[in-house]
Nanobody, 126 residues
Framework: QVQLVESGGGLVRAGGSLRLSCAAS????????MGWFRQAPGKEREFVAT????????YHADSVKGRFTISRDDAKNTVYLQMNSLKPEDTAVYYC???????????????????WGQGTQVTVSS
């Protein structure tokens, strides 16, 4: 069982920035691909960004490219999502996720991931 705990959410005005953190338990964090998803009210959970193990590549959804950046610090068992130029449509609960099985592609689907955090609320006001 991998425990994931998100933090850093909050209320921010459009154009502002937030940095989300996801702290993971265990000694094998460095072996996992990690991802961020978000879910707005009444909508499906959607892919935001992923980072491969050993920071060997990242991929961001088109909706956030150029604004959001995923990164990780394996020494701290933590993955981050730096969110800049926030828009009201970014308002959602943000979830981090861990893929235990190494994949031969960027993990962009919910089914690619084995463990999920509880989520942290991000609200962007206009």
């Amino acid at each position: 069982q991998v425990q994931l705990v998100e933090s850093g959410g909050g209320l921010v005005r459009a154009g502002g920035s937030l940095r989300l953190s996801c702290a993971a338990s265990g000694r094998t964090f460095s072996l996992y691909d990690m991802g961020w998803f978000r879910q707005a009210p009444g909508k499906e959970r959607e892919f935001v960004a992923t980072i491969r193990r050993a920071s060997d590549g990242t991929y961001h959804a088109d909706s956030v490219k150029g604004r959001f950046t995923i990164s990780r610090d394996d020494a701290k068992n933590t993955v981050y999502l730096q969110m800049n130029s926030l828009k009201p449509e970014d308002t959602a609960v943000y979830y981090c996720a861990a893929a235990v099985v190494r994949l031969g592609y960027f993990a962009t689907r919910r089914g690619d991931y084995n463990y999920w955090g509880q989520g942290t609320q991000v609200t962007v006001s206009s």
